[in-house]
């Protein structure tokens, strides 16, 4: 093989196509007609040919002139591809067309899709919190309880993580109730308690506060039993 001929066709460099749009161009309601078109487009306006004409492009795939021309102005319909002018350096107006409106429908289909699978795991979330407060307690909420999960959530901005990890201090202190629940997250919103591992932390300095604060034989009694870290599982 002739060796100058294969580094003239490596010369010709080579078209990035983000993957991204190859795996949502129908999802965004592109034909394959449609993608492998605007390929060639993205091809042309990479080399500096801002409007090829349908013959053109044509050359390069299996359409006929009419065909292409047909599926631009489709194209164009569906907001994908846009024609704008540019003043030349010799002050001549000319026309080139645009991928920037294949872009941002791309962008933007990301951000929905991103935004809805946010939500979906973020109320998947809150059916397990629900689900771990009747397991906790025995029984179903009351309508009354159901209601303050809620405005923990919503209201007060608390992660449904950070909501059982109260419940489960709760727990581990023997007062299962709301009122206590809600009286630790208060405090922990009160000290900037955001995070598990916050959490654990000013756990652990207060009860070793609380042992400080308690008489010497009560202490001796508490520093003999072992109490399980839920923190940590």
């Known amino acids: ?8 066709w490596l010369a010709q460099g080579s078209v990035a196509i983000p993957k991204l749009l190859l795996h949502h161009y129908k999802r965004l309601g592109l034909t394959e007609v449609e993608f492998m078109l605007l390929l060639h487009l993205h091809s042309f306006i990479e080399e500096g040919i801002w409007f090829p004409t349908p013959a053109e492009l044509a050359e390069k795939m299996t359409l ?24 030349d350096e010799q002050a001549v107006r000319i026309e080139k067309y645009s991928l920037k409106p294949l872009w941002e429908k791309l962008v933007y289909y990301l951000f929905v899709q991103s935004a809805n699978e946010e939500r ?12 771990m407060f009747e397991q906790e307690f025995g029984r ?30 709760a727990v581990l202190s023997g007062k299962l109730n709301f009122r206590y629940i809600d009286r630790i997250l ?15 932390d000013y756990g652990k300095k207060f009860r070793k ?12 009694y508490k520093q003999t039993v072992t109490f399980y870290n839920w923190l940590e599982s």
Request: glycine share 2%.
């Open 64 to 87: 006929t002139p009419s065909q292409c021309m047909e599926t631009l102005r489709k194209l164009l319909q569906k907001g994908f591809v846009s024609i704008e002018e540019q003043v």
């Open 209 to 220: 506060h609380q042992l400080k604060q308690a008489p010497a034989s009560q202490t001796e």
């Open 120 to 131: 979906m795991e973020r109320q998947e979330e809150e059916q397990s919190l629900y689900t």
């Open 186 to 200: 208060f405090e922990w919103k009160k000290n900037g308690i955001r995070t598990i591992e916050q959490a654990k």
């Open 1 to 8: 093989m002739d060796k100058g001929k294969m580094a003239e």
């Open 140 to 169: 179903p909420l009351s309508p009354f309880e159901c209601e303050t999960l809620t405005m923990w959530v919503d209201q007060d901005e608390h992660e449904p993580a950070i909501i059982k990890a109260a419940l489960r201090e």
